[in-house]
């Protein structure tokens, strides 16, 4: 393995530390003279933190190469079809979490998988962002930058990188890879409230409690166009799948379909009778919901695929979530309101479709997670008490079969959705 010259800098410095800081001083003058290097205070302990880094890495790695030796055992003896298979109809959160992570010390607003590593992230009312290793429940650093809460995080499609959004105002884009904050995007003139990318990674949509949405280009951090229909506090934001369009909801207790291009508003939804909290456009695959117009082979041949037909592409519904307790399915072709899912004690805060089309995962202020089955219209599992105060916010790895939901009482719990979860209570303040 070659160093370059700045790697070779760095170990030379950090050896050098240390046979200073070991005593080893005839170490210490000898292998100064012959490599021509400084002591510098910059490199102090870094030896010592490489090493342990590197075994804590290669436990990792023992780890997964036992957890692939496991899988290949159970693909090899037909696994998956048994009770403890992994299907994708099985990937439902069971108690107790794999992982309860606290640190933070405020409400947790956000929660976000990887879409690659085996990583989790937080954001917080105590204005920090958090990294966790969602497998080994490990702390793994924190993102300082933001002067208020943290309201909401999101991953580009790559993973490389982050963006955030704060009740100080202000946008940030983060280097996943070095942690650092590169950008810093300003232009609301209140908390902003919700960030994502759209699907390709270029652009990056925000809402505001100033009311408005604003489309930002994620190279430069220019702001490129601004949506204004909204009368009030613009909650949250999904952009469809093929990144055509948007919907949003707000304290006005309508929800709005947007299209990103034209800039214009394309439908109004109202039959929430509170704030609407949270909203998720359906997965590619969902089933068929009874009722609906894609639900019968005439009803398909009449709906336009795409944009300015069913409106958002390949979405065709979207579910939405309020302080009024229930959560809704709306037909995006017909713009009707399929069905109404009653069930929560309290305002429900966030919505999620499962990967596999067949469920909707919810989570609200009565402290329970709710599977509900879509073609059936109701819930077939409750999990009460899954956080000791409201649970604010729930996400999905697509790559692995676990959910994160984090709440009120400043924790954040990771479930591997298997019937083999050990509870493990990991304090990293």
């Not at 650093?141 to 208020?148: D, M, P, Q, S, Y």
């Not at 041949?301 to 592409?313: A, E, I, Y």
């Not at 599977?371 to 996400?395: M, P, Y």
Request: aromatic letters at 8%; glycine letters at 8%.
């Amino acid at each position: 393995m070659v160093l370059t010259s700045k790697q070779k800098e760095e170990l030379n410095g950090s050896i050098l530390d240390y046979f200073e800081s070991s005593q080893y001083k005839a170490s210490f003058e000898e292998f100064k003279k012959e490599t021509g290097t400084e002591l510098d205070v910059k490199k102090k302990g870094l030896l010592e933190k490489k090493w342990t880094s590197v075994i804590r890495l290669q436990k990792k790695v023992l780890d997964l190469e036992a957890k692939v030796a496991q899988l290949e055992e159970e693909l090899n003896s037909g696994g998956g079809r048994g009770g403890r298979g992994r299907g994708k109809e099985d990937a439902l959160p069971r108690p107790p979490e794999k992982h309860t992570l606290t640190g933070h010390r405020n409400c947790i607003n956000s929660v976000k998988f990887h879409p690659s590593f085996s990583l989790m992230v937080s954001a917080s009312e105590d204005a920090t962002i958090k990294v966790w290793d969602f497998e080994s429940g490990e702390f793994e650093r924190t993102l300082k930058g933001h002067t208020n809460a943290v309201q909401d995080i999101d991953f580009d499609k790559t993973g490389n990188l982050l963006a955030s959004c704060s009740a100080d105002l202000t946008i940030k884009l983060w280097d996943f890879q070095t942690y650092d904050c590169v950008k810093t995007l300003h232009g609301h003139d209140h908390n902003v409230s919700c960030v994502r990318f759209t699907p390709s990674g270029d652009q990056l949509i925000s809402s505001s409690r100033d009311k408005t949405i604003k489309v930002w280009e994620a190279a430069t951090g220019y702001c490129i166009k601004t949506l204004v229909g909204h009368e009030d506090w613009v909650r949250k934001i999904t952009v469809s799948e093929d990144g055509s369009c948007i919907a949003s909801c707000s304290n006005d207790q309508t929800i709005k379909t947007w299209n990103i291009v034209k800039g214009e508003c394309l439908a109004t939804y109202r039959e929430h009778s509170h704030v609407v909290e949270c909203l998720a456009f359906s997965t590619a695959n969902i089933v068929d919901i009874p009722g609906s117009l894609l639900s019968t082979p005439e009803g398909k041949s009449k709906v336009k695929q795409g944009p300015g037909g069913n409106l958002v592409g390949q979405c065709g519904y979207l579910a939405t979530g309020s302080r009024d307790k229930t959560i809704k399915i709306w037909e995006l072709a017909t713009g009707r309101c399929l069905a109404t899912y009653i069930g929560h004690d309290n305002w429900v805060r966030a919505v999620r479709f499962h990967p596999c089309g067949k469920f909707l995962l919810s989570v609200g202020d009565d402290k329970t997670i709710r599977v509900w089955d879509i073609a059936q219209g109701r819930c077939i599992k409750t999990i009460n008490e899954a956080h000791t105060h409201f649970i604010s916010c729930l996400d999905f790895c697509l790559h692995n079969p676990h959910i994160a939901t984090g709440g009120v009482d400043d924790i954040v719990n990771s479930n591997n959705n298997n019937n083999n979860n050990n509870h493990n209570n990991i304090n990293n303040n």
